[in-house]
Each structure stands twice: as C-alpha cells, then as structure tokens.
C-alpha cells in the first residue's frame, strides 16, 4: 500500500469498535469473540466508517487495546482475509479492503452520487439545495470580480478580505463586535474544525462533546485519536404528552457538564448551542454563560460550532438569530467555527473561525502546508451572498424548511406512529427514537430499499443512540408523504428481518 494511507491504531480501533455494537438477537447462544470482532470490523468497512484502505494495528496491539488473546485477535484477521475484507502483506502489515466485485461501501452522511438520485431517496444528507435565483445572481456579480484578482497569485491564507469583513459584520450584527482580523476563511467548516483541531489539540487530550453530536466532527476526533468525554444532553423525565413528541426541548446537563470540566479537565469543549445537530435544539443564553463559566475555571477551549445558527425556521418571524456564544463571557476561551454550507450552499466550499488574531494569524501560518486558502471566486460569491442579499435568502431557506417540517411531523405520526420525536425551533433535521427497531438496522434495510438513512449511533461517541435515527428536513414539502411512505416500509422490514439478520455474525463484542 501507497505510504499515505490511513494508519489505524489500537486505541483508536477499539473506540471504532465501540461504536459498532450491534444488539443482541434474545435467546441466542453466545458466539465466539473473534467471529464478533470480525463481524464488527465488516460493519465498519461496509458503513464507511473504517476507511478501505487504512491500515490496521498489528494483532498483539489490538489484542492488548481490546484485552483479547492474540490468538482472538489473529482468528478474527484471518476470518476477514478469507472474506475479503482484509488484505496482509509480510513486513506490510494488514488494511481494510472490499471483496471483488462489491460496490463501494455507503455512506449516509455523504451526498448520494448524482447517477444514483433518482433511484434513492436520501434521507441521509442534512443539505439544502442552493437559493435560486440569489446564488445566480451573485455567482454572476463575482465573476465580474474575478479579473482585479486574477492579476495575483490568488493565495489569500487568511481569506479575501471583502468575505472577512463581511463575516466579521455579521458576527458584530448578531452582537459580537468583531473585526477582520479576527477572522480566518476555510474551506468549509470541516476545515476549520481540522485547523483549529491541530492547532489546539494533541495526541491523548480529553474533548469534551455533547451526546449526541454531529458525526462527522466526532470521527474526526477519534482519528485524531483525542478521547471523547460525552456529555448527554437532557429533556427531564421521560414523559410524552402523545405518541410522537416529547414536551420538552433538550438541554444541557449543566451539573454533568461541571462535574466532567472539573473532573476530567478536557482540553476543549465541543458544542451545537444554535439548533443542535442532530436534535435541533437551542440553548438558552443562561446556560451558555453558565457552561462558559464552568470551562473559564477548569482551562478549557470551548469551540463552538455555529453552522446552524441562522437556521431558526421554529421561532416567530422576525426574531433573531440567537447572539453568539462567545458574546457571553469575554474572559472565557472560545473559538466559534461557521460556516455557509448549511445557510446558503453546501456547494460553496467556505467556512470560517472567529477567534483571537493571534491564534488567527497562527492558523493562517500553518495551513500554508495543507491548502494554502480556500477559493478565490467561491469567496467572493459568498461575499455577496451576506452582503447584500442575505435577508432574502435566510428567508428563503427558512421558509423551506418550516414547509418540509410542517409536512414531515404529521407524516411521522400518522404512519411510524410509535416513533418519538420533538419538532425543533431550528436546524437541518428530526432527532427520531425509533422504539424497539435498531437504526443501524433500518439504515441496512434503507440500502436495500433504496432509501439512504443516518443511524442514531453515527451521532454517539461510544455506541450509544442506537434506536435513533437522523430525518432531514431537505426532502422538498410536496415529496414529505411518498418519502414517509417508504420511510415505513423500511422501518416494517428492519422490524421483520432487520434487527436479527445474519445474527451469527453480529453478536456483540464487549470491548
């Protein structure tokens, strides 16, 4: 294999594999352990959650990470070459691979490929398509941008600086004063997160995060190999006024939240407080200050990912967005990351960390190793897009999504009526407990019924959220119905066939 793939290792497999229980079929015999390891590392590989390609620690580490025999560890190895799920060579060591023939694995949280959307319904992707005709219209205007740049080398490390001032406006106009530079322009906020990731933690630090939390931020932890403290978020007693809703909005477990800041002294803090994904709530400003407090005496970062902020389609028309975190506690550490993927366009490839200017002019440093600055005309559309039409554009979106909610929540009930949801105040999707049905298991069903789901344990930092799943409110209003018809139909398979299916392999391995 290439020298660039990607290294598993032993503590960070065992936090994968974790994440990968599967329930246990009831009544059923107990099989061996390395017929559940196997079965746990193909599952992995087959969601796309273990990369083909990456290369796996060697039998006596992972034996001793998982506190396994290596004889357990190597059964279990050479059980997944036979199937094709492995490949070793001598002095090479073993990684992942697919049996031939098998189609790449999927992945419910990446965009189904465009010669596949008209055959599967993604209910995967929490994205929404660009607004027309405000995308044109800008794309346009940039363009005529274009040509005072490309005079240039086009490399803006910190960003073009007509997007950072218009970042920064917005952040002073949601009441944050802030200026330039304070800003730094990323491709996207995954990038962000990666620069402020590798700027402020190393390798063995505590994170602390929400449970649940967006997935992909937390897979990128556990490579990074920083260890996850969870930190469930709450909704008081388990009381539901009728099938399919809760009474209450979930929040932060504050007193939870100081016993693991001062317990654990994680070195950062992650948080969704603006329309949480996956759940969709929001934090109250009392508890921010509060959580802020907290982290300003134990020393720790709180990164505060604001994707979702503007994405209040819940509230009265005409509120606000809520104010940003870091507008709390000026003494407090934070870093907020944002983004305009999820407001305006996932296709515009920008994000952003607001942070202080030393940090900002650090970032802009090192990233000269990586990608250098994010591109030139998608910061200039975005540019436009919050400069001048951004009122209609928020409205736009919003509406969209109040439409896709407002259809979805009656569906829900009416057809999967023993599902348990809260219709949020804002964000991308429905946090769904599914009852006795496994997500993984309707995510297993979805793919054969081509309908793309996001199982609740994707959004866990240790397994849990198994009987969740992820709706997202991108379907458009008028397709809710059909969309929840199938959805049902999935959910009555996995509830046949799903949950026990090729139970011999799927017994969990208690790691």
Excluded: C
């Excluded at 054969?448 to 992820?470: K, P, T, W, Y």
């Excluded at 018809?485 to 969990?508: C, F, H, I, K, S």
């Amino acid at each position: 294999m290439a020298d660039w793939q990607t290294t598993v290792t032993s503590p960070a497999l065992a936090r994968l594999l974790a994440g990968a229980r599967l329930p246990e079929p009831p009544g059923a015999a107990r099989r061996p352990a390395y017929r559940a390891l196997a079965a746990q590392v193909r599952l992995l590989v087959s969601e796309g959650r273990l990369p083909v390609g990456a290369r796996l620690p060697a039998e006596r580490e992972l034996a001793l990470a998982l506190r396994l025999s290596r004889t357990t560890v190597a059964t279990a190895y050479e059980a997944l070459r036979a199937d094709g799920y492995l490949r070793s060579r001598r002095g090479s060591g073993s990684w992942t691979a697919l049996p031939e023939g098998s189609a790449p694995p999927s992945d419910a949280l990446h965009p189904v490929p465009p010669d596949e959307q008209g055959r599967i319904l993604d209910l995967g992707v929490a994205a929404l398509p660009a607004p027309q005709p405000f995308l044109s219209r800008a794309a346009a205007r940039a363009v005529e941008q274009l040509p005072a740049y490309a005079a240039g080398h086009g490399h803006y490390p910190t960003g073009v600086p007509v997007l950072r001032e218009a970042v920064a406006r917005r952040f002073t106009e949601r009441g944050l004063p802030t200026t330039p530079d304070q800003i730094l322009i990323t491709i996207g906020a995954m990038g962000a997160l990666h620069l402020v990731r590798q700027a402020l933690l190393g390798r063995g630090d505590r994170v602390a995060v929400e449970a649940p939390s967006y997935a992909h931020t937390l897979q990128a932890l556990r490579l990074s190999e920083t260890r996850l403290v969870p930190v469930p978020l709450t909704s008081g007693p388990d009381t539901w006024r009728h099938a399919g809703e809760s009474p209450a909005q979930p929040r932060w477990d504050l007193g939870e939240w100081r016993r693991v800041l001062s317990g654990a002294a994680p070195r950062a803090a992650y948080v969704i407080p603006d329309f949480h994904n996956p759940t969709g709530t929001l934090i109250d400003e009392e508890q921010r200050r509060e959580l802020l407090a907290a982290a300003r005496s134990a020393g720790t970062v709180v990164l505060v990912d604001e994707t979702t902020a503007e994405l209040g389609w819940g509230l009265p028309d005409g509120t606000p967005p809520p104010r940003p975190t870091a507008a709390l506690d000026r003494a407090a550490q934070v870093v907020t990351v944002g983004s305009a993927g999820k407001l305006l366009w996932g296709g515009l490839r920008i994000g952003w960390v607001r942070a202080a200017p030393a940090l900002v002019r650090r970032l802009a440093t090192t990233r000269v190793y990586s990608d250098v600055g994010a591109p030139v005309l998608d910061q200039l559309i975005a540019a436009e897009l919050l400069t001048g039409d951004l009122p209609a554009v928020r409205a736009h979106q919003l509406a969209r999504l109040r439409d896709t909610a407002g259809a979805l929540a009656p569906a829900l009930r009416a057809q999967l009526p023993h599902w348990r949801f809260t219709v949020p105040p804002g964000g991308l999707s429905f946090w769904v407990a599914t009852g006795s049905v496994s997500g993984a298991a309707l995510a297993r069903a979805g793919e054969r019924a081509g309908v793309r789901l996001a199982a609740g344990n994707r959004f866990g930092s240790d397994g849990a959220f198994e009987h969740h799943i992820r709706i997202p409110l991108t379907v458009p209003a008028p397709a809710v119905p059909e969309a929840v018809a199938r959805l049902a139909e999935v959910a009555a398979r996995a509830d046949d066939d799903g949950r026990w299916q090729n139970a011999d392999d799927t017994q969990p391995l208690a790691v």
